[in-house]
Structure formats: C-alpha cells, structure tokens
C-alpha cells in the first residue's frame, strides 16, 4: 500500500522548482558556451564599432534571457490566479436558514402535570 500525500498539489511546486532550475542552467550552459566565450575572446581585438555591436548584442541577449526567466516564473508559481481569480459556480439552491427558536418550540412538549407540583421557593 501505497502513501499519497494529503495535498498532491502542495507537492508539484518543489518539483516544478528543480525543473525550472535545471533548465535555466542548461540555457545558462549554452548562451555562455555559445556566445560568451567566444564574444570574450574576440572582444579584445575587435574595433570600436564591432564592440558596439557586441555590447548591443550582448544585451539584447540579455534582455531575453531575463524574459525567458521571467515568464518562467510567473508560469511556475501560478501568479495569474492572485490578478485573475476563478470564477466561482452558483449554487443550484441557495441555503435555507432555519430558526433554531422555532424549531425547539415545535419539539417541545407541554406536560401540565409536572408544573403544577412544583414551587419555587
């Protein structure tokens, strides 16, 4: 027999935290082994204009990194529901109240007998 947790949904989010940390890193790997070392190598002899580029380019690539990490984030920890809430169904019959006084007096017997025997004194 198998323990299932009381909450499953409480233990998707650590699950979808590592997922999200492993694959920022693999995107972290391959824009530094693609793009940052090579553009550190080649920056020390590059022109002024090719280092403007560079430094454009650079951060651009920045710019959707973040993003990309950004949207990331938002998508795992669900904030939409706090900006954009459910709605919530209506119910088929609205709930009935019921007098409590009322009831008990239904439920209640008169025993004129017992009365009458009795004397506060």
Known sequence: ?????????RWRTPWALIVFLLGYFVLLVVVSRYYLLPAFEVVH?????????LSASSALLLAVVLFIIGVGIVLMFRVSRFFFPRSIPTRAKPTEYVDAWAESAKRMTENPADDAGESDD
């Open 1 to 9: 027999m198998t323990l299932r947790p009381a909450n499953p949904s």
């Open 45 to 53: 002899k590059a022109t002024p204009a090719e280092r403007k580029w």
